[in-house]
C-alpha cells in the first residue's frame, strides 16, 4: 500500500511526501508535502482527493480530511478515479498503446478499465467494471498490458504501480468543476451490503 500527498503550485509540484505500508499518517505526510513546498496551510485553493477503487478506509479518510479542510477554509474541492490518475501518469511518463488499470476488489475480482495512451494523454476505451482474476490472468496471458497496485504475488506478469498525488494535482489543476466536499464519494463498483449482528445471547443463571 502507498500513500502520497502532493502540493500543485505554478504549474508545477512544489512540495510532496509518500509513506507505504498499512499504518502511514494522512497528517504527517500533508505536514510534510506543505513543509517542502513550502506552503501554509491557509494558502490552499482546492483540496483533490482520489476516490478510488480501493481500500475504503483510505479513501473515507482522505474524503473526511477534504471535508474538514473546506469547513474550515472554505477552499474548493475535487474528486479523481484513481484509475484515471494512473493512466495518465503512465501517459505523462511516455507510454503509448493500449493498457488495462485494475484495482484489487477483493473476493477474487478486479477493478478494471480500459485506456488509449496517445501523446501524453489517455482516453478511455473501456469503462470501469468487475473482472474475475481467472479474466485478469487470461488477458495478461494474451499479452495485454495491465497495470495496478500491488499485484506482485496476486497478478504475476502485470505492472505493479500506484497513482501518485503528484499526477493527481496536474489533473486537477486542468479542472473547473468543482464540488462540495461533502458531495465526494469513493467508486465502488459493487453493492455495499451490511448484515446487523444479532443481539447476544443471554445465558439465564
Do not use: Y
Not at 485553493?45 to 473526511?64: K, Y
Not at 496536474?170 to 448484515?195: D, G, K, Y
Request: charged share 20%.
Amino acid at each position: 500500500m502507498c500513500r502520497s500527498v502532493a502540493v500543485f503550485r505554478g504549474g508545477a509540484v512544489t512540495g510532496q511526501a509518500e509513506e507505504t505500508g498499512l499504518r502511514a499518517g494522512a497528517i504527517g505526510l500533508i505536514e510534510a508535502a506543505l513543509a517542502g513546498a513550502p506552503v501554509d496551510r491557509k494558502e490552499i485553493a482546492c483540496i483533490a482527493v482520489g476516490l478510488g477503487p480501493g481500500s475504503n478506509t483510505g479513501i473515507r479518510a482522505a474524503i473526511a480530511v477534504a471535508q474538514g479542510w473546506q469547513l474550515a477554509t472554505s477552499c474548493r474541492a475535487l474528486g479523481i478515479s484513481s484509475v484515471e490518475t494512473l493512466a495518465w501518469q503512465l501517459a505523462a511518463e511516455g507510454s503509448e498503446g493500449d493498457v488495462w488499470i485494475a484495482v484489487d476488489a477483493q473476493r477474487g475480482e478486479f477493478s478494471l478499465a480500459g485506456f488509449k495512451l496517445e501523446n501524453a494523454v489517455a482516453r478511455e476505451t473501456s469503462p470501469l467494471r468487475l473482472a474475475s482474476q481467472d479474466e485478469m490472468a487470461e488477458m495478461i496471458g494474451a499479452g495485454k498490458r495491465v497495470v495496478g497496485p500491488s499485484f506482485a504475488e496476486r497478478l504475476p506478469g502485470a505492472e505493479d504501480r500506484f497513482p501518485t498525488a503528484a499526477q493527481l494535482a496536474r489533473l486537477v489543476a486542468s479542472q473547473t468543476s468543482f464540488l462540495e466536499a461533502c458531495e465526494l464519494v469513493p467508486i465502488h463498483l459493487r453493492a455495499t451490503n451490511f448484515v446487523k449482528a444479532p443481539l447476544p445471547r443471554i445465558t439465564p443463571g
